[in-house]
């Protein structure tokens, strides 16, 4: 079954405007990560934050993530052209032998110039 | 940060022939994973690459059609076996896991005819 979920499944922006994705969840994590990808290409990862972290910041990237609400945000301000990609939120699951992730379906990004 | 290589970039193979996929990672990680990736779809764990002893599959993957090794703790090969139209997808592979980020290779684009 999907553990993360993202909504919405595509979104349209101005260049210039800020883009907010959001990813559930259904058990508890170790950690959620975010990850870009271009059109077929490998996965480029963008922030990790932890369970025990409410709030991390890189760039013109913010993550929230709440535990309570099983749920994580993604905002890319300003956006860019270059923004243009899928995006995936990706929960990290301990399960007692390892921990792997499980990805969700993903988000497609449109940034126009 | 680790940087993960992947070779083939990508390939297109005969049915009932088989593909082997090598991923180097630039630094010793304690984890490598396979995962799957089919067209238009997120990604889907095969199984996890164990240093020196078998790999751990999750549900609907089998050691015979995706044989994997993990000889060092910076290499590691996918095979996909017996290959059919279906099995056309992007493999990629990742390195890290555990409380830490996992990277990912830039993939292997595989088409079977």
């Known amino acids: 079954s999907q553990q993360g979920e993202e909504d919405p499944q595509a979104l349209s922006i101005q260049e210039g405007e800020n883009a907010t994705m959001n990813c559930s969840y259904k058990?508890?994590?170790?950690?959620l990560q975010w990850y870009r990808q271009n059109s077929g290409r490998g996965l480029v990862h963008l922030i990790l934050i932890r369970s025990n972290e409410r709030e991390k910041h890189s760039g013109r990237l913010r993550v929230t993530l709440d535990t309570s609400k099983k749920s994580s945000s993604l905002l890319i301000t300003a956006s860019r052209a270059a923004d243009t990609a899928s995006y995936f939120c990706?929960?990290?699951?301990?399960?007692?032998?390892?921990?792997?992730?499980?990805f969700g379906k993903g988000i497609t990004l449109s940034v126009r110039p | 940060s680790a940087v993960i290589s992947q070779k083939p970039s990508r390939d297109i193979c005969q049915r009932g022939t088989s593909l082997t996929i090598q991923c180097q990672v630039d630094s010793q990680v304690t984890m490598m994973f396979w995962y799957r990736q089919q067209p238009g779809q997120s990604l889907t764990l095969i199984a996890t690459?164990?240093?020196?002893?078998?790999?751990?599959?999750e549900s609907g993957f089998v050691i015979d059609k995706f044989p994997i090794s993990r000889p060092n703790l910076t290499f590691s090969t996918l095979t996909v076996s017996n290959m059919s139209p279906e099995d056309s997808s992007i493999y990629l592979c990742s390195g890290g896991g555990g409380l830490d980020t996992q990277y990912f290779g830039p993939g292997t684009r595989l088409t079977v005819l």
């Open positions: 058990t508890s994590i170790n950690n």
């Open positions: 990706a929960t990290d699951v301990y399960t007692g032998a390892n921990s792997k992730l499980t």
């Open positions: 690459a164990n240093q020196g002893s078998e790999a751990t599959y």
